[in-house]
């Protein structure tokens, strides 16, 4: 464990994420850009990079009584925790992430690039996720998939087109095109990506109205 939380480790624990976010539980493991906590109330590991967490506390056995002992193996195992190392041995698993709204996108990891990686979702279809705004991860129990899926009907589906190395380039890629940003939660996140540059993108929204985004404030991209 890496040696910031030593004294933390097995202990309970309250965590608050950029946004408004709690969660508690048991600290099972932290490295220096990820903490493993396991939530005993829904049986889950939650994978949270750093950079999202603005404070974290030890709770009392009085404040959180309900937690169930955490099973000795975590659903992602490395040598040395971070948070690359978590989602590149998460590839094929079926995983919920968390990046904004009030909602998880449910599916599994199909490629992990320099900053972002490609999601296959059910119901979302593949979308490429910038690395910088997960806010954490949490693995499915083994034998599970989402929305009860058998695997005839959730079959990997590996993007088949070259992948860039960055999630700038990717995006340049898509040049042309017609995209959803974060889900499409406001009509002004789905347009024509006409140029992606200087880490800025230009779009045109469904009125014919030109925008420009800043790309370091874009979580995920997919394609209708």
Do not use: C
């Amino acid at each position: 464990m890496h040696t910031d939380f030593i004294e933390l480790k097995g202990k309970k624990i309250e965590v608050e994420i950029s946004g408004g976010n709690f969660h508690k539980g048991i600290l099972i493991d932290s490295g220096l850009d990820v903490i493993v906590l396991y939530d005993g109330r829904t049986n889950s590991f939650l994978y949270i990079p750093f950079v999202h967490i603005q404070r974290l506390k030890e709770i009392t056995i009085q404040e959180e009584d309900t937690f169930t002992t955490p099973p000795s193996e975590k659903p992602i195992e490395t040598d040395s925790i971070s948070f690359r190392k978590i989602l590149t041995n998460a590839k094929g698993m079926f995983v919920q992430v968390y990046v904004t709204g009030n909602k998880s996108i449910h599916g599994y990891l199909t490629s992990i690039m320099n900053d972002y990686f490609v999601f296959h979702s059910p119901a979302y279809k593949s979308m490429f996720i910038s690395m910088h705004h997960v806010k954490w991860l949490i693995p499915y129990p083994p034998n599970t998939t989402p929305y009860s899926l058998d695997n005839q009907n959730l079959p990997l589906k590996p993007v088949s087109t070259p992948l860039a190395r960055s999630f700038e380039e990717q995006l340049k890629k898509l040049q042309n095109q017609l995209i959803i940003i974060d889900g499409g939660d406001n009509p002004e996140k789905i347009g024509l990506l006409q140029t992606v540059r200087n880490n800025k993108m230009t779009l045109v929204n469904a009125n014919g109205e030109i925008l420009f985004r800043n790309l370091e404030h874009i979580k995920t991209i997919q394609l209708p």
